[in-house]
């Protein structure tokens, strides 16, 4: 069975809120793939990330299906005013982006898949730069926090959330018909072959790019459309980093 309803109060309560408000803004489309969600122990759950909305949907989607998501979010969030008091409250991680002390945040997150916990996590690290909004390059954070929990890696690809909130934080489409939000989980990923190897560069980048392919199968599935051959990789195009536009067509390699 999934692991119990939190049991601190704070929690409860930003759930109820927040669950409720999530249920007017959105319709979701989300009874499919939940039985690849593991009945027992601890799990990391990852995303596609295409809008700031989806990191909600993706936690409503684990809430709603029984488990205690723990999402790892930037540190700077749990100073601000009501959004810093809701992430302490539900036990999110805080994230070092950039810095040495990110390895913290990944134990910390390591811990809370040791007690049962589902942690969610966005392996692009950033919102997607790909011109058709299809998963780039995720970032090797997840593949540590795999590597050493050992635990079940589960993809999960979502679909709409931009249709509701544009990317980077513009006014939410909050009237006419509610846009619908598709949450779809795959098998978990094997890695079983990579646990007993050296952690290094390239098995780092195994993880990451098997963890990505399942999540861009399974967005596939649910645009109905065939993704690029290779993936979008931010590494080589620095100057979209800045960039908070739509961007044009880039050559693929």
Excluded at 184 to 212: E, I, K, N
Excluded at 221 to 247: G, N, S, V, W
Aim: with cysteine.
């Amino acid at each position: 069975m999934p692991i119990a309803r939190p049991d601190s109060r704070a929690y409860r309560a930003v759930a109820v809120v927040v669950r409720n408000l999530m249920f007017a803004l959105v319709r979701y489309d989300w009874d499919r793939g939940e039985e690849n969600l593991p009945r027992d122990g601890g799990f990391i759950a990852a995303a596609n990330h295409v809008t700031e909305f989806d990191a909600l949907t993706l936690a409503h989607y684990m809430f709603d299906k029984g488990y205690e998501p723990r999402i790892l979010a930037k540190r700077g969030l749990f100073t601000t005013p009501l959004v810093g008091w809701a992430l302490r409250a539900t036990r999110m991680i805080p994230v070092d982006r950039g810095t040495a002390a990110a390895a913290r945040s990944l134990e910390a997150a390591g811990e809370q898949l040791g007690d049962g916990a589902c942690v969610t996590i966005l392996p692009e690290g950033t919102l997607t730069r790909d011109p058709d909004l299809w998963p780039m390059e995720g970032k090797t954070g997840l593949a540590r926090m795999a590597l050493a929990s050992k635990l079940p890696v589960v993809p999960v690809a979502q679909w709409g959330a931009h249709e509701f909130l544009p990317r980077y934080g513009r006014v939410p489409r909050l009237f006419g018909r509610k846009k619908t939000v598709t949450i779809v989980a795959g098998p978990p990923v094997d890695l079983s072959d990579l646990y007993d190897r050296p952690v290094d560069s390239q098995v780092l980048r195994q993880v990451t790019d098997r963890v990505m392919d399942a999540i861009t199968a399974q967005l596939a599935e649910i645009r109905q459309e065939t993704p690029p051959a290779a993936r979008f990789d931010l590494r080589r195009h620095p100057e979209y980093e800045a960039k908070r536009t739509t961007y044009p067509p880039v050559e693929r390699p």
